[in-house]
């Protein structure tokens, strides 16, 4: 009798061997931040220094916490898994199953809780220059114009007031570096004043989306529309990209759309599949919706439908050529050998990047989520068309950014991944339905409801936490900055951590002073700005009072009057 009840507590081989595997990539996580810390110079000792990258920033502050929670969680799940009295646990836990609104639940808690971040956590500021980039492009969509003329006035100081990821035309007019989809949609939200709720309504849309696509793979569950939309709600870096000003939401529920219009399989649908593919490619970058669809698209071939696989590879060629075209213009100056110089062989440095990333991937979602679609992939060859297609999908987007040689700087988890996300969460979907089969079924509910309860409760807070001590000094000193009664501020952009993406201006040129980097000005600009506007010189210990973290300038690094640092302040002509 004994032997038997010790063998219903023990837990499946393959769930053994999942959950062995995230363990050790935990492990791994710990060994990267031991690794990233021990190379430091000795003049970064804290990590927040003008030349360390942002990436290994944040991984290096905020990962230690962020996979510590995660084990935590991880554990107390599989200790509910094996706990004798398990009544009370899946009582309520089941309920939802049959619950009809359950999932428009889900998704309107998921929808309010981004929209309060956006105001409370990430304080309605665009961070990093790949979200103020989109913000100042759908700012200027909003007016009616496609690009922003910079004044006469200015263009000679061009060089000094153009952010970055941000492109001056030949004409003199600012656009965006990046395609321009996700920019049009954010422009229709500012023109009825809501901006700020375009992102929390893609992610309530993708929680819907990624009910109704399990809905598709398995009509016979009631369980997996649920599952999938819970998995989906719980993941912090769904819901901490929500309140950020990121396109990421908007390639997740675009992805999940056009999924959903795949799997649907009618004329109609189809067409839907070809337009939706298109904006998709024109979000932001458009290689990041190929990488998703290329399995689904390839597995159309594979089954010799050869028309229709020739009119979405016509439609897909000419929504490419399109989005080329625009990018000439938006890219002017950077030539093809440029964009090439991003991508190479892996070397150690990236291959490093990579694990960090893959740790990312994991410590930002339901611990026990990862655990299932690890059970998923090691069942992956019996598995149907449709979830192979989904896992070579992940694996696609995944791969292909081994090559690129760069880190994706700022981010909450690992961005580069966040469109297909939904394919993580129904592998986890599959994940469950293969260990129903040999799991006692009040176990697995008590192993994933204490796991995602785990993941709302402990591992969110943390991570609203550090990722609005992270934000506040930024917005702080923007907010200084826009502040200022003065025609031009000026900043040194270098002696300050990060100051180079305080560079922003009103795309409009209607409200608030031109903030330019002193860096980037000639003695003689300076002196002809001096006389001609009212100018504001902001110290770096000024930035510091908001929470910069600086260094102090040399005198060989100020470009004129030859200042020290303590006679920084204000000027007037």
Known sequence: MVDDQLAARRLPVVLSRALAALLLLHVLGFVALFLSRARRLPD????????????????????????????????????????????????????????????????????????????LVYLGFPLSM???????????????????PVPEQ????????????????????????????????????????PSLLLNPLLVGWCVLLVASVARQLWPQSREAPVLAALFLASSSQLLVNGMSFYTMPAHLALNLLWLHLYLRDTRWSWVGVAVVGVLAMGLHQFVMHPLFAAPFLLRLVLRRRWILSALLASVYSGGLYCWYLWMRIARTGLSNSDIAASWGFPLSGQNFNQMVNLVGIAAWQAPVVAVLALVAVMSIGRASDEVKDLLL?????????????????????????????????????????????????????????????????????NRLRQVRSFVAPFASADAFLRSRDAEI????????????????????????????????????????????????????????????VTTTPTPEQLLWRNQVPDQWGTRAP
């Open 44 to 119: 970064i000792d804290v990590g927040l220094t003008p030349h360390y990258n942002i990436f290994a920033v944040l991984f290096d502050s905020n990962e230690m916490l962020g996979l510590t929670l995660s084990v935590a969680v991880l554990l107390l799940a599989v200790v509910a898994a094996r706990w004798r009295n398990l009544d009370v646990i899946t009582r309520c836990a089941s309920w939802h199953v049959g619950h009809r609104g359950f999932v428009w639940g889900l998704a309107a808690g998921a929808c309010v809780v981004a929209w309060l971040g956006c105001h």
């Open 130 to 148: 790949d979200e103020y980039g989109a913000e100042m492009q759908a700012r200027i969509f909003a007016s009616g114009l496609v690009s922003a």
């Open 154 to 193: 200015w263009l000679p100081y061009s060089k000094a007031m153009t952010p970055i990821f941000v492109t001056l035309t030949e004409s003199g007019e600012w656009i965006s570096f990046y395609l321009p989809v996700y920019a049009l949609i954010r422009a229709l939200f500012i023109s009825v004043h």
């Open 393 to 461: 999908s992940c694996l696609l987007t995944f791969g292909l950014y081994v090559f690129f040689l760069n880190s994706q700087g700022h981010g909450w988890g690992y961005r580069y991944f966040f469109p297909v996300l939904g394919n993580l969460m129904l592998l986890a979907t599959v994940g469950w339905k293969i260990l129903a089969e040999r799991l006692e079924h009040r176990r697995l509910v008590a192993f994933v409801a204490v796991g995602l309860i785990g993941a709302v409760v402990v591992q969110l807070p």
């Open 489 to 548: 501020v000026l900043i040194d952009a270098e002696a300050s951590w990060y100051a180079r993406d305080l560079v922003r201006s009103d795309p409009l040129f209607l409200k608030g002073p031109v903030v330019m980097n002193t860096r980037r000005l000639t003695p003689g600009q300076h002196q002809i700005l001096d006389a001609s506007f009212r100018v504001e010189l902001i110290s770096p210990a000024t930035l510091g009072e908001r929470g910069m």
